[in-house]
């Protein structure tokens, strides 16, 4: 879930920092992609914040293969909503890459946030967040296969820039057309032939294997400025958000 410093309060604390005023329960390492952090249905433990590397979470079903949920990195916590419900894991966790994530137990979490009122509004957001985000994503999923492929590129540059501001040169997303399509909801073919057609407009590249740079960014948030559910630039407030990222200082 997308416990991440909000762009109007830079000063913010992540969910980190907050847990880190207390002694974690335990320390994961995940040294390889697709190392398993704990699977969907297990009895939910601890909350996990992401020290280093990536996690993801998907949501296995018995029809197909799982559906990528989300891609969380070091401003992020994850089984924060199965820690407050006191249910199972709703979706399995593992390593997008090499990982490092601290463990707080539901006791701790329940001790943290009956004195630290931010903690607890940093979870409430995090969980309003990322139902937001999968919400949106199920709505556009009946909509074309370029605006998902966008607003899936988009999604993957907002947690970029997040932990990497600078907005001067051309974004660099370590992902595959794979990972790409699984976000999206569509297949590797038809991710690498709309890729290709966007590469031979100019708006990014593959620099090598495993990697997609955004060269003109203000293009595809042009683009995808209709299609955001939660920051529509038709209100005052996402549009001061969407001239911010269209004329960064």
């Not at 996990?48 to 590397?53: D, K």
């Not at 593992?94 to 329940?110: D, E, H, I, N």
């Not at 001067?168 to 370590?174: A, F």
Request: with cysteine; hydrophobic share 35%.
């Amino acid at each position: 879930m997308p416990f991440s410093r909000r762009e109007d309060s830079p000063s913010e604390k992540t969910i980190l920092e907050l847990l880190s005023r207390s002694t974690p329960d335990t320390v994961r390492d995940l040294p390889r992609k697709d190392d398993v952090l704990y699977f969907q249905g297990d009895e939910a433990l601890f909350l996990y914040a992401v020290s280093s590397g990536e996690v993801l979470t998907l949501l296995e079903s018995p029809y197909g293969d799982p559906v990528l949920w989300e891609v969380l990195d070091h401003y992020d916590a994850v089984g924060g909503f199965a820690i407050l419900l006191g249910c199972p894991y709703p979706a399995t966790c593992r390593a997008l890459t090499p990982a490092r994530v601290f463990g707080y137990s539901r006791q701790k979490v329940w001790d943290l946030l009956r004195n630290d009122p931010g903690l607890f509004e940093s979870l409430a957001k995090g969980i309003g967040d990322r139902l937001q985000s999968f919400l949106s994503r199920l709505v556009y999923s009946q909509q074309n296969l370029e605006d998902r492929l966008l607003l899936g590129l988009l999604y993957l540059y907002r947690k970029k820039i997040r932990s990497a501001p600078d907005r001067s040169s051309p974004v660099v997303l370590e992902i595959t057309r794979s990972f790409l399509a699984r976000l999206s909801f569509t297949t590797v073919e038809s991710t690498i032939r709309v890729t290709k057609k966007w590469e031979s407009e100019g708006w990014l590249d593959f620099p090598e294997r495993g990697l997609i740079r955004l060269l003109d960014i203000r293009h595809f948030l042009v683009k995808t400025a209709h299609l955001s559910m939660h920051e529509s630039p038709q209100n005052p407030r996402g549009r001061e958000k969407w001239d911010a990222r269209l004329n960064p200082v």
